[in-house]
């Protein structure tokens, strides 16, 4: 049987013709047999025919595709490659699919749907963001990213040809092209260049585009848009872009056809008339250019939110509000112009109409608007309008407008105007898009109006058709040869063919004698005409075969394109290509006082597309866009018009403008957009069949098809060619690891013919048919091996039988053999359980031997490998260093290289610009010697002369009058230049002066202040001398009564007492007398120190006082030179001698009594008091009023030292009855009294420098402060340091002063014990005074011995007590150093005990602290915390972190946040928390591994935690224990920084999201949708299916295997890490929930988009690899909420298995609940049927739809089939108790945090 019967069986489809439909298909009913002479077909419809054939079966009807081959992606993958075949696959995939793009080849061919369809979102961007073309549906996108792949791989210019008859969606095509090259070249968020690109669009659809009976927005231009890109580090961005316009269709202005409309900007700008009130606007049917179609409106489209967008995108793009209302008045000037009433005008004196004038009124209200828009002459414009001028040889004649006339001037002057103010439009958005920089590359899109044939064709449509012409030639040149070289690549041998190529109609057009070359014949001729014209075309042009002659008449002609022949209407041809104005109404209109309007009739029109468009700015107008030269000036602008008869026609402009962008697109690499029209009545997917073939045929299509048909249209890759027909011969022949041989094996055996199929390089070609035929053979091959596998299961089902019956006679003799065999296996039992015993005791043993050593053995590692590290890091940071000054090096030199290369450049660009200037220079002066140029130049000379000569004349005169008045205020701007110069001198001596006088004033007036504060202070000391010296008059005269009462007492006890007795006790008295005494002396001791100290204090203020104003400052001698040797402030040598008075210095008080002692050192002391609180408010005025200098530093140090004296006096109260116990306190007090005094000069002296270095640098200029780069740096560094040093001395001075007062507390709180029971003693004494005349001698004597003898007892038992306390305390000293060697050595013995048992999880670093009462505070500097927060983010390692705590750094910090609290320190708080999420901020903003932001997510998540536990919130602090609640923050509400965390944590979640989704993302295709672990295992022999365990391998770098195993082996990675790092399992759950719902979504929209593998047995492999990643979430133990994001992907491989009649819809509505109704549809009509499966029917769908749109679902998108990957949930963060005691926790030493925390 040959092949063609086995194809033309009976029941095989075949296409046959049909009058209405094109082709029909039919079925054969009779099989073929060769020779027979006609086929017995039963078409579509029912209706039974006989084919006729030939003998040989040439002509046998083309046979259908097959099953699998229908809806393909590529129409040259079919197998039959035939009209037919293109035309019912574009079918299927428009009407039954909905999907309007296809591939043909190269060539994307997109059918207009007439309706909205959900295809150009970003999700769908960023799916075909990284996808070669090919692998997702065919798309514009999927040609974008082609184009700009290309780009980034070879950096070479590229265009996209968008082509088609009008209304065919080519302006939508290239929109949206733009918008992906603008999302991809720039960012989905739109930047400022992205914005103004996409912006232009509206702009160009409103000026350029309008409503034809084809289409409602069909572009009236042609536009080829660049879009400029940069290589920015290997990506390119978007940077630009220019835009070149080309034959704007100006005739639409003031003419539109029935249904049509004007331009769209008219219709908008009345729509928005009310904004607008000065234009005097009316509705659009009042204006004659808008109301010629009689179709104002279109459906669904609001021309006022039209307007809106297009003035919003002109704001955009940088249009001033002055331009766009300029614009907008000058389009209402053109509605109004066309409104202008042009009426008949009658002869004088009778009713005779005079023909050939007309008559327009002056109160034309139009006419005054127009004018008054316009800001020109109204009555110029009239005259104008009415007349025209025509030059003689020496005069110029005016010359009435007829009726006609005048309106086409009218007409002709609208059009010029508006096309004007379309190339200023354009320019404006060029000079916007384009930034002038230099672009790498760019991307061309060219929007070309297609092939246009309507019932009347004038000269728009001709060049249009041109265009075509010309665009068809170069998609020849480049598609069809293209295909050719494929084969030539693939190394496979082919007859080349000949394509159609259109190069004589092209000559037809553009050759010498042509039809453009007789057109501008005929407009240079005086009196041509379309008539004459249209006679010499017939004459000249019959030659051509291309050309055609109408049959009757000469106003007309046919051309043959290569789509179809056209016929052209020659009236208007002449004037259309002449394109005249008036040049008097285009002067009329470069007078205007509108700055807009003189620059848009100023404007060139020349052609931009040849030049560079970085040097241009492009215009674009009626053929061309923008200027090709720089326009420098005024002369430039103004250059004199070139006469009609050298002036360029607009057909061979057109033609230059076309040759420049064919030149342009061969010099980059095209890509093609075929735009299709489905229908004419533009209803969303209606199919007219005969339309679409006729532009398939017409744009190149079908011949594309042709070419493909006649070679080896089918292909195939190796492996796919194996995967599916491997059956097709024995598994001998096969070889999986050698591909090609296999399927030379396959294709031998069953295609002979050696020409039906070639074996390229990595293809397989066949010719057409052939697919089909081995499809054939597969499906009977599986027929037979479907009932061969039947018949096994028959045999199957009864051996399983037999089999059971077999079984259960086993099974009785096996439990009869078992009971014996137990018995015997018991005692085996018992042996071998003992030898097991002894086998694991043994093992147990080996065992802790063997950890003993591994833990050495780490250690060792551990310190080896430390080093190493860094060895290896100093090795790094050399070469690092070296790199950098390489790099500077290298870039200083390529800069200097590249200011020379680029100073040769401009002498070069400078020599050809001169050679070009006197090459020109040289033209135009050989011109101006020619005869009729002299001619012209002293035309009608004679009489201007005498005119000249009289006017120059009068000018001479005037000249000499103005240069006399010229000299004269020359010499008058001298002067008062002279006396500007002296008058801003006087200003400023002046303002100076009263500076001055200010300055005196105030000083004088401080002055003043400062002189009666001391008179007030020598006021007040006088008055203290006088009450000193009265106090002491006083006390001595009571001392000396007291004496004598004493004296009396005493001689009356002698002669009481025996002589024995009287010895005795004056013996006593003397030794209490001796002992006071020396008392008494320290205290004047200390007196006088303190005195001195006193008087040092006053001589400091008044040398301050002296050095700020010396007015009023006494000399230094008066201080200085009796104390010169004292050094510090606690001098204690006694300069002031000379102010003490002298009883107190001579007397010696040997027999006063103790009571009148301590009265009178009481009465010091107080005195002493007084003075020093007035010396201290002294001072305090003083220091206010002084600037911050050294010396005003010393005064702060000695506040802080008078602070000091008060306590010293307190001290001295105590000293006269304990002088004992105070010398060792006084003798360490003076060491740290010397230490701290040497500290504070050292600050005082650093503080004084950084004033002197501040003001200095204040003081110096602005333009001395421009250093360069490494000064600064210097400086700043060497600031930095000096600030450091400061703050280490103010610490070790803090924590001086604070050991200090620690100490000085203690001995305080013993001196006031004492002091009170000296109070109880001074209280009794002056009782016994008072009541001293009441008693006797003898109970006085009594009473002072018995308080002598207790006050002796006291002090002897205070000594004891005081030696005993001694004694106790370096007791309690030495047990607790023994008590921390006991504890060490127990600490130790228990890490040996832990490390020989079994290894545990790593614990928390908490251990006991070792302090007598721990509070969990950390003491820390606020000047540390950028250190202590470097080491805890930057330094902190993830092998670092495991060895701690979960959550240790959050600790530690919240440990420094209560020490802030303790100490009320609400500026170090502030500071810490800020810090700390500034440096998290950074952290998340930057690339970091996944390690990092775990770590600090779970840190964050614990500070948070420890914020709410320790806080003020009630449901968060009654899990604490008695101990935690005792620990709350006190002082602190810190309730907004637990919000700014929270976020802080929201943010890293969503960071740490991000960056594990794209390690994530090429991973997941392969793995759930490519991963066909059945086919897998087939080839892998001895693989098993399954891996016994799923997460073997915890990274994912563990090399092949199957791709769902890697998947899971990644997430397995991730999820260790969360444990180690102590994440929570509910937040680990919230991740991989995410995780999986993006792993769903990629999956998902890769499926949606690649319709090729819509197949049940994709459904099969989906259900296995997800169960796979199921399977690992339940071996976590996760709750199953974790896989409810997976549910849409389980719903569509279930989708995919089900079965698709119209009983099962109910059950696909109910299993696809996830799932919206675009998405179950898209899978539906995307489903490609197997052998056996039933056709989805139409009706299925309808009813499927219906049924699914009646569901309740809440969907935002329901027209989008995609889910968007870049939805991030959001994040729930927990309350989670901590049971951590924060005393318990220690500081570990390798964090090097010991020297900046210090725990309390």
């Known amino acids: 049987m040959s092949s063609e019967e086995m194809l033309y069986a009976q029941g095989a489809k075949i296409w046959v013709p049909h009058a209405e439909q094109v082709w029909e298909s039919a079925t054969l009913e009779e099989s073929y047999r060769k020779g027979a002479g006609f086929l017995k077909i039963c078409t579509e419809s029912g209706s039974l025919k006989e084919v006729k054939l030939k003998a040989d079966g040439s002509d046998l009807p083309p046979l259908r595709n097959p099953a699998i081959l229908v809806g393909q992606n590529d129409l040259t993958t079919l197998s039959y490659l035939h009209e037919p075949g293109v035309l019912y696959n574009l079918r299927v995939r428009f009407c039954e699919r909905q999907i309007i793009y296809t591939y043909c080849g190269i060539i994307l061919v997109a059918i207009n749907p007439y309706a909205e369809m959900p295809l150009y979102g970003p999700s769908i961007i960023r799916a075909y963001r990284g996808h070669a073309m090919g692998d997702l549906e065919p798309h514009i996108f999927a040609l974008a990213e082609e184009a700009y792949t290309k780009l980034e791989r070879e950096n070479c210019n590229l265009s996209i040809i968008v082509s088609g008859e009008s209304g065919a969606g080519k302006t939508v095509s290239a929109k949206y092209a733009m918008r992906y090259f603008a999302a991809v070249g720039g960012s989905e968020s739109e930047t400022q260049v992205e914005r103004k690109v996409l912006a232009s669009s509206p702009i160009m659809e409103a000026f350029g585009n309008a409503k034809t009976t084809r289409n409602d927005n069909s572009s009236r231009f042609g536009k080829f848009t660049k879009l400029l890109f940069r290589n920015q580090m290997g990506v390119m961005y978007l940077q630009g872009a220019t835009m070149h316009t080309y034959l704007l269709e100006k005739s639409r202005v003031v003419y539109q056809a029935q249904g049509e409309r004007n331009?769209?900007?008219?219709?908008?700008?009345?729509?928005?008339?009310?904004?607008?009130?000065?234009?005097?606007?009316?509705?659009?049917?009042?204006?004659?250019?808008?109301?010629?179609?009689?179709?104002?409106?279109?459906?669904?489209?609001?021309?006022?939110?039209?307007?809106?967008?297009?003035?919003?995108?002109?704001?955009?793009?940088?249009?001033?509000?002055?331009?766009?209302?300029?614009?907008?008045?000058?389009?209402?000037?053109?509605?109004?112009?066309?409104?202008?009433?042009?009426?008949?005008?009658?002869?004088?004196?009778?009713?005779?109409?005079?023909?050939?004038?007309?008559?327009?009124?002056?109160?034309?209200?139009?006419?005054?608007?127009?004018?008054?828009?316009?800001?020109?002459?109204?009555?110029?414009?009239?005259?104008?309008?009415?007349?025209?001028?025509?030059?003689?040889?020496?005069?110029?004649?005016?010359?009435?407008n007829s009726i006609e006339a005048a309106q086409a001037a009218r007409d002709a002057l609208a059009k010029h105007i508006y096309a004007k103010l379309f190339q200023y439009i354009v320019g404006v958005l060029n000079k916007s898009l384009n930034n002038g920089s230099k672009q790498c590359s760019f991307i061309g899109v060219l929007d070309i109006y297609g092939f246009e044939t309507f019932e009347v064709n004038s000269f728009e449509q001709f060049c249009i058709n041109y265009a075509n012409e010309k665009l068809q030639q170069q998609f020849n040149q480049h598609v069809f040869k293209l295909e050719q070289e494929e084969y030539l690549k693939e190394g496979i041998t082919w007859t080349m063919i000949d394509f159609y190529d259109n190069q004589p109609c092209i000559d037809l057009i553009e050759s010498r004698l042509g039809v453009l070359d007789l057109l501008d014949e005929e407009c240079r001729m005086p009196k041509g005409s379309d008539e004459s014209w249209a006679g010499k075309l017939i004459g000249k042009c019959s030659k051509f075969p291309h050309f055609e002659k109408p049959r009757f008449g000469t106003t007309s002609f046919f051309i043959k394109h290569f789509s179809d022949t056209v016929e052209y209407d020659v009236n208007g041809f002449l004037e259309k290509n002449r394109d005249t104005v008036s040049k008097e109404l285009t002067q009329v209109l470069s007078e205007s006082n509108m700055s807009l309007v003189k620059q848009v009739m100023t404007l060139e029109e020349i052609d931009t597309l040849s030049v560079d468009p970085a040097k241009s700015s492009t215009l674009g107008g009626r053929v061309v866009i923008s200027a090709g030269r720089k326009q420098q000036g005024k002369d430039t602008r103004r250059r004199v018009v070139p006469s009609k008869q050298h002036r360029k026609t607009v057909g061979s402009q057109f033609q230059e403008s076309l040759a420049s962008l064919i030149s342009t697109l061969h010099a980059t690499t095209p890509h093609y957009v075929r735009c299709i029209k489905p229908n004419d009545d533009k209803v969303a997917f209606k199919w007219e069949t005969a339309k679409i073939i006729q532009q398939l045929r017409a744009c190149g299509v079908l011949e594309t098809v042709r070419i493909s048909a006649a070679g080896f249209p089918s292909r195939?890759?190796?492996?796919?060619?194996?995967?599916?027909?491997?059956?097709?011969?024995?598994?001998?022949?096969?070889?999986?690891?050698?591909?090609?041989?296999?399927?030379?094996?396959?294709?031998?055996?069953?295609?002979?013919?050696?020409?039906?199929?070639?074996?390229?390089?990595?293809?397989?070609?066949?010719?057409?048919?052939?697919?089909?035929?081995?499809e054939q053979v597969r499906a009977n091959l599986r027929k037979k091996y479907i009932t061969i596998v039947q018949s096994v299961v028959r045999r199957f089902i009864y051996r399983r039988r037999f089999l059971r019956l077999q079984l259960v006679i086993g099974g009785i003799q096996r439990h009869a053999r078992g009971f014996l065999a137990r018995q015997r296996v018991q005692k085996m039992r018992e042996a071998r359980a003992g030898l097991i015993l002894s086998k694991y005791a043994r093992g147990w043993l080996c065992r802790r031997r063997f950890l003993r050593l591994r833990h050495s053995i780490a250690g060792i590692q551990t310190y080896a490998r430390g080093m190493m590290a860094r060895s290896k890091f100093h090795a790094m940071r050399d070469h690092y260093r070296a790199v950098q000054i390489q790099r500077f090096v290298r870039g200083a030199l390529a800069r200097r290289a590249y200011q020379k290369r680029r100073r040769n450049i401009i002498i070069c660009q400078a020599a050809i610009r001169r050679f070009l200037a006197r090459r020109q220079f040289k033209r135009l002066k050989a011109e101006a010697k020619t005869i009729s140029h002299m001619e012209n130049k002293y035309m009608g000379l004679e009489n201007k002369i005498i005119s000249m000569q009289q006017r120059i004349d009068e000018l001479n005169r005037d000249n000499s009058n103005l240069k006399h008045k010229t000299s004269e205020i020359s010499v008058l701007k001298m002067k008062l230049e002279l006396k500007k110069t002296l008058e801003a001198e006087f200003k400023n001596v002046k303002a100076a002066c009263q500076d001055k006088d200010k300055l005196i004033e105030a000083l004088n007036k401080q002055l003043e202040a400062e002189r009666d504060e001391k008179m007030q202070l020598l006021e007040e000391n006088g008055h203290a001398q006088e009450d000193w010296i009265s106090q002491k008059q006083t006390w001595r005269l009571e001392n000396e009564e007291l004496r004598r009462q004493i004296d009396e007492i005493i001689e009356m006890a002698k002669n009481a007492e025996v002589s024995q007795r009287t010895q005795e006790d004056r013996m006593m008295a003397e030794i209490d007398n001796r002992e006071l005494n020396e008392a008494y002396q320290r205290a004047i001791k200390d007196k006088e120190v303190i005195e001195n100290e006193n008087y040092m204090l006053k001589e400091e203020l008044s040398r301050l006082t002296a050095g700020s104003f010396s007015l009023h400052g006494r000399k230094a001698s008066n201080a200085s030179s009796q104390n010169e040797d004292d050094v510090g402030y606690a001098s204690a040598k006694n300069t002031l001698d000379i102010n003490r008075p002298p009883d107190l210095l001579s007397k010696n008080y040997a027999y006063n009594d103790s009571t009148s002692l301590v009265v009178k050192l009481r009465a010091i002391l107080e005195e002493e008091k007084l003075k020093h609180k007035n010396l201290q408010e002294q001072y305090i005025k003083l220091a206010s009023r002084h600037k911050p200098t050294e010396d005003s530093f010393r005064v702060s140090e000695l506040e802080v030292e008078n602070e000091k004296l008060r306590s010293e006096y307190d001290q001295l109260r105590t000293s006269i009855k304990h002088g004992v116990e105070i010398n060792e306190l006084n003798a360490q007090h003076a060491a740290l009294q010397e230490e701290v005094r040497r500290r504070r000069e050292e600050c005082i002296q650093l503080k004084a420098v950084l004033l002197q270095q501040s003001q200095s640098m204040r003081s110096l200029e602005p333009e001395s402060l421009q250093l360069r780069g490494n000064d600064v740096n210097e400086l700043m560094e060497a600031f930095q340091s000096q600030k450091l040093i400061n703050r280490q001395l103010e610490s070790e001075l803090k924590a001086i002063t604070e050991e200090h007062n620690s100490k000085l507390v203690e001995m305080t709180q013993e001196i006031e014990r004492l002091n009170n029971e000296k109070d109880e003693l001074q209280k009794v004494i002056f009782e016994s005074i008072d009541e001293f005349e009441e008693a006797n001698v003898d109970t006085l004597k009594q009473n002072d011995r018995y308080l002598r003898r207790e006050l002796q007892k006291a002090v002897a038992q205070f000594l004891l007590v005081q030696e005993e306390l001694k004694l106790a305390h370096a007791k309690l000293k030495a047990y607790r150093q023994d008590g921390g060697q006991l504890e060490h050595k127990l600490e130790e013995e228990m890490s040996r005990n832990k490390a020989n048992g079994t290894s545990s999880d790593v614990g928390a670093n908490v251990t006991k602290q070792k302090s007598q009462n721990p509070q969990g505070l950390m003491k820390f500097h606020s000047s540390d915390l950028d250190k202590i927060l470097q080491r805890l983010l930057s330094a902190l390692t993830p092998r670092t972190v495991v060895g701690l705590l979960p959550g240790f750094p959050a600790y530690l910090i919240f440990m420094c946040i209560r020490y802030t609290d303790l100490t009320n320190a609400d500026d170090d708080v502030k500071e810490l928390l800020s810090k700390f999420v500034i440096q998290i901020k950074k952290m998340h903003r930057t690339p970091h591994p996944i390690e990092n932001r775990v770590i600090w997510l779970v840190n964050s998540i614990t500070l948070l935690n420890l914020l709410k536990q320790y806080g003020d919130v009630k449901e968060y602090v009654k899990f604490n224990t008695e101990k935690q609640n005792q620990q709350q923050l006190k002082n602190f509400n810190l309730f907004e920084y637990r919000r700014v965390i929270l976020d802080l944590i929201v943010n890293l979640y969503q960071a740490l999201i991000m960056q594990i989704q794209g390690l994530l993302d090429p991973k997941i295709v392969p793995a759930i949708l490519n991963n066909d672990e059945i086919q897998r295992g087939r080839q892998a022999h001895g693989m098993r299916s399954r891996a016994p365990s799923i997460g073997a391998s915890s990274s994912p770098e563990h090399g092949g295997g199957p791709a769902w195993k890697q998947l899971i082996g990644q997430l397995e990675h991730f999820y260790k890490q969360f444990q180690h790092f102590g994440l929570d399992n509910c937040y680990a759950e919230q991740i991989f929930h995410q995780l999986l719902y993006f792993v769903c979504a990629v999956a998902l929209n890769c499926l949606m988009l690649r319709g090729d593998i819509c197949m049940w047995e994709t459904g099969m492999i989906i259900r296995y690899n997800i169960g796979c990643i199921e399977d690992w979430v339940r071996s976590k133990k996760m709750s199953n909420d974790v896989l409810a994001p997976l549910a849409p992907l389980n719903q569509v491989s279930q989708l995919l298995q089900s079965r698709k009649s119209e009983q099962d819809v109910q059950t696909i509505c109910d299993l696809c609940t996830s799932l919206s109704t675009a998405q179950v549809l898209k899978v539906m009509k995307s489903y490609k049927l197997d052998d056996y499966e039933s056709e989805i029917t139409n009706v299925f769908l309808d009813k499927l739809t219906d049924t699914l749109n009646a569901r309740q679902m809440q969907k935002s998108n329901s027209d989008e089939f995609t889910i968007d990957q870049k939805f991030i949930h959001p994040f729930k963060v927990v309350f989670r108790y901590s049971d951590i005691k924060l005393e318990d926790i220690d500081l570990p030493s390798h964090l090097n945090l010991d020297e900046f925390l210090t725990k309390i």
């Open 716 to 774: 195939w890759l190796y492996p796919d060619f194996y995967m599916r027909y491997q059956l097709l011969v024995y598994r001998s022949k096969l070889d999986k690891n050698d591909m090609k041989t296999s399927c030379r094996n396959i294709v031998m055996k069953w295609i002979p013919d050696e020409d039906k199929y070639r074996f390229g390089n990595t293809q397989i070609f066949f010719r057409a048919g052939q697919v089909a035929f081995l």
């Open 263 to 400: 331009y769209h900007i008219f219709y908008q700008l009345c729509a928005a008339r009310a904004k607008y009130p000065e234009l005097v606007l009316d509705h659009q049917d009042k204006f004659e250019f808008l109301n010629m179609g009689g179709a104002p409106d279109i459906e669904r489209v609001s021309d006022a939110d039209q307007f809106n967008e297009t003035v919003q995108a002109m704001t955009v793009l940088g249009f001033s509000i002055q331009q766009i209302a300029d614009i907008v008045k000058i389009l209402a000037g053109i509605l109004h112009l066309g409104n202008i009433q042009v009426s008949k005008k009658f002869n004088e004196g009778s009713e005779e109409e005079d023909t050939d004038s007309c008559e327009i009124f002056h109160n034309d209200i139009h006419l005054q608007i127009t004018g008054d828009l316009l800001r020109v002459s109204a009555e110029d414009l009239r005259r104008w309008l009415l007349m025209r001028k025509i030059e003689s040889v020496n005069e110029y004649v005016l010359i009435p």
